[in-house]
């Protein structure tokens, strides 16, 4: 993975005669972080301060005494701004919770963020692994393996609508991590700003913007499964600064090719990714547009069956699916962002997306296993010609002004959505016996069928128009509040088969309230609590009745704290009622009535001392189906993770070091809605070492990391006792990236 540059470079300062505590007390009365180092090491500090920090000026200091000339260490000061969202592992802002970025503890809602330096050191390569270190987060049905699925707080599925980039929703079925700079999740209903929503949270993606100066870094990757993943990252100016068009024009490409041996049996992942960016801004108007587009195939795994009740650990590696089930397409996003400001106080923005997914899925399906002779019956299925799109178009006015002696940050806007679903001709083989998955032979079932008159053609569309009005009050040096009401109007259709036959045209409006309160006890320490609604359309072709919409009501309450030298942390407990919740249980879509969730969740993130930093987290999930009192499927009752990694110098050695590793806990659950089996809890152990130095001019980082270290056996999600998702066994990546 390429390295995330900053857009400020960290400055290297040798003083030859200042007192070295009297330059530490200076760096850190001015709020810089002071880091010393042995003198041979200093190229390698600048060039891993200028790949990794966000810096601003550094402080000259005065010489405080004469003393005999000494060679001295070198001292690496980085002073981040106060705008940058996070510095190192710890998160300082977020704008997913507003129109504009704001500091984390005057949020009266739980928000986490996974930062860039986490991300990197981890070597992310799925946002299931970013999120792994989130509280109250888990996997749920990934359909095969081919979407990304995501239960926040007992509530999420496959096609929830909660992953959004940069702050807009995006249809396609899996995030690409390549041109992600952070990812933030904003926990409880998120209603108010993004519309239809599970009442559990967002997922944003934060993309990485062009900057003013040249720079970028190319990447190459190897793994122990056969795969290799080659990157590049290039940003700077087009033309000169204010002089295209009256203001500074800038760029940003970034592509990747990556491709692997599946590791269970057979088949292969490949995708390829090309994402343009440009910016352009003058004193008064930003400009900024993006596009990305991948294409990709991956082996659609439905995973394991049980055995006599319970997940084979013997059948870890075995598919019973043929080489031919796989899923593959063409994903294409686009993003534009305009802004202008008329004064210091008012602004006015507006912001366009569209997303597209285009792909074919080849299934093989079980349909019925016997554990005692391992006969398993299959059918050859297909979803031929889907096409998911969305788009989605805001115009808002944000203004800064003083009523009553109190401080508002205040935005009025209007949205526009709709989101379309299709997929063309629907293959349901019939069940064909004389395969054993004891003792498997593949090429026995072939790939297609005849489409299905009854099932193909199956569409779903909603329009929505809203109107937003959102106020952050600063009502004294202590206390904030924020209020807002979301109103929407909504319409959809939905229906499938050839004739068409439509199963659901409904249609209606809601009001969608939120309030919240945040009160700084001590300037580390922030009391908060909020109330809000949610609300979501239950669309589905499959049905025999149209589905009333998801509405829900959470209650949040909290502390926000932060640690010197530079933690930051979020206590939270609330409670959230659901009702007409959807469940989609093979091809099938129904409502369970209403459900609960109750939880207490703790994120803390950031530096512990100075060479220690951290993330880490825990969760309590009581989420259950209040009509039958069972447990909601795939929610674990206790989650947990922690990552440490320590930054230091060898002494002789030249360039930095950094040592971490950590562990996930992901607790039992249910393995479906009966709750007829249960998902074993699990453990996995991560660990990682990198080396940062210069090679000729080039800040160059060499890296290992070693995923499942203890190569556990697990399960991470299913959605019945024939379709299990068996977790990935140990993975070894040895990542090289060069900057500039």
């Not at 929505?464 to 206390?479: C, G």
């Not at 939880?599 to 989420?623: F, K, P, W």
């Amino acid at each position: 993975m390429p390295s995330r540059r900053s857009p400020r470079r960290a400055r290297t300062l040798r003083p030859w005669r200042a007192s070295l505590p009297a330059l530490i007390t200076l760096c850190v009365a001015s709020g810089a972080h002071a880091e010393a180092e042995p003198a041979s090491a200093a190229s390698a500090s600048a060039s891993a301060s200028a790949s990794a920090s966000a810096s601003a000026a550094t402080p000259t200091p005065t010489p405080v005494s004469r003393e005999p000339e000494r060679e001295l260490p070198t001292i690496s000061v980085s002073a981040s701004a106060a705008t940058d969202p996070t510095v190192g592992y710890q998160p300082r802002t977020s704008s997913v919770a507003g129109g504009d970025d704001r500091p984390l503890k005057e949020i009266p809602q739980s928000v986490a963020v996974v930062s860039s330096s986490v991300m990197q050191d981890q070597q992310a390569r799925s946002l299931d692994d970013v999120l792994g270190n989130i509280s109250g987060v888990t996997q749920t049905n990934t359909l095969g393996g081919t979407r990304d699925a995501f239960i926040k707080r007992g509530f999420g599925s496959n096609n929830d609508g909660s992953v959004l980039v940069d702050g807009v929703r995006t249809p396609v079925l899996h995030s690409y991590l390549a041109t992600i700079d952070r990812v933030e999740v904003l926990k409880g209903p998120a209603s108010l700003l993004y519309g239809m929503q599970d009442p559990g949270g967002v997922i944003n993606l934060v993309t990485r913007k062009p900057e003013d100066t040249f720079g970028g870094s190319i990447s190459a990757s190897r793994t122990s499964h056969g795969g290799s993943d080659a990157q590049f990252d290039l940003t700077g100016p087009l033309g000169k600064p204010g002089q295209v068009a009256g203001g500074t024009l800038a760029f940003r490409l970034t592509g990747e090719y990556d491709t692997s041996r599946y590791w269970r049996s057979f088949g292969r992942e490949r995708n390829a990714l090309i994402a343009p960016a440009l910016s352009w801004h003058d004193a008064n108007t930003s400009i900024d547009v993006s596009y990305q587009y991948v294409d990709y195939k991956t082996p659609f795994d439905r995973g394991t069956v049980l055995v006599n009740g319970r997940p084979d650990d013997a059948l870890r590696y075995r598919r019973y699916e043929e080489a031919w089930a796989q899923s593959g397409g063409i994903q294409e996003t686009l993003r534009a962002r305009i802004e202008h400001r008329f004064s210091d106080a008012w602004r006015v923005r507006a912001t366009y997306g569209w997303g597209r997914d285009r792909y074919d899925q080849y299934i093989t399906r079980a349909t019925a296993f016997n554990s005692a002779t391992g006969a398993l019956s299959r059918t050859s299925d297909a979803n031929l010609g889907r096409n998911d799109s969305d788009q989605i178009a805001t115009l808002g006015l944000l203004g800064n002004l003083t009523l009553a002696g109190m401080s508002h940050a205040l935005y009025i806007g209007g949205e526009y959505e709709r989101q379309r679903s299709f997929r063309g001709d629907t293959i349901r083989g019939a069940a064909t016996k004389g395969f054993n998955l004891y003792d498997p032979v593949y090429g026995l079932l072939a790939p297609g069928g005849i489409a299905s008159a009854k099932q193909s053609d199956s569409l779903s569309k909603v329009h929505t128009y809203s109107m937003i009005v959102q106020d952050s009050v600063k009502i004294t040096d202590r206390l904030t509040a924020v209020g807002g009401l979301r109103w929407e109007d909504w319409q959809q259709e939905s229906g499938m088969g050839r004739p068409f036959v439509f199963a659901d045209r409904s249609h209606g409006n809601v009001w969608l309230p939120q309030f919240g309160l945040a009160y700084a006890l001590t300037p580390s320490l922030t009391a908060y609590a909020n109330v809000s609604r949610s609300f979501k359309p239950n669309v589905a072709s499959n049905v025999a009745a149209p589905l009333a919409p998801e509405f829900g009501r959470v209650l949040e309450a909290g502390l926000k704290f932060s640690l010197k030298p530079g933690i930051t942390g979020t206590l939270a407990a609330y409670q959230i009622d659901k009702r007409n919740v959807a469940v989609t249980v093979g091809d099938i879509t129904s409502t369970i009535g209403t459900a609960r969730s109750r939880g207490i969740e703790l994120d803390v993130a950031g530096q512990l001392t100075r060479h220690l930093s951290l993330i880490g987290s825990y969760a309590y999930t009581n989420a259950n189906d209040r009509d039958s009192n069972t447990p909601l499927v795939n929610v674990a009752r206790h989650t947990g993770s922690l990552f440490a990694v320590y930054d230091t110098a060898i002494a002789n050695l030249p360039g930095r070091w950094r040592f971490g590793g950590g562990a996930r806990l992901v607790g039992a659950r249910p393995g479906d809605t009966a709750n007829s089996f249960t998902l074993p809890g699990y453990v996995t152990v991560d660990a990682f070492a990198a080396y940062e130095t210069t090679i000729g001019k080039f800040p160059t980082r060499i890296q290992l990391n070693v995923k499942n270290l203890l190569d556990k056996t697990y399960y991470p999600s299913s959605n019945s006792n024939l379709i299990v998702a068996v977790g990935e066994p140990r993975l070894v990546t040895l990542t090289t990236t060069v900057s500039f």
